[in-house]
């Protein structure tokens, strides 16, 4: 048998890479991530959007420029959620351990 072609398989290596891929797709799909990205982007709309309202839509609002407030407290929130993601990372869940006696 030659196996001069193929490198080899090392199980500490294979569960190495295991465990990357688990803590890079925890990491990937944390709701804290998803949220706060989302929170940004429409913050970031509804504040530009407060920026250039009309006399008439702050009339409307009784003087009081809501589609900025809104914005601005919707890019905090977000921001805090991005911020909370990055300085608390979400642990990978634990491999499924085998039963030695199955």
Do not use: C
């Not at 190495?16 to 990491?27: F, I, K, L, N, P």
């Not at 929170?39 to 407060?50: D, N, R, S």
């Amino acid at each position: 048998m030659d196996n001069q072609g193929q490198p080899a398989q090392d199980p500490l290596i294979d569960e190495t890479q295991a465990e990357q891929r688990r803590s890079a797709a925890a990491r990937l799909f944390d709701i804290r991530r998803v949220i706060g990205g989302l929170f940004v982007a429409y913050g970031v709309i509804v504040t530009l959007i407060g920026v250039f309202d009309s006399r008439a839509e702050i009339d409307k609002a009784e003087g009081v420029r809501i589609n900025l407030w809104a914005g601005l407290v919707m890019l905090a929130f977000g921001l805090l959620m991005l911020l909370w993601q990055w300085l608390r990372p979400a642990e990978p869940p634990a491999p499924n351990e085998k039963d030695p006696g199955s």
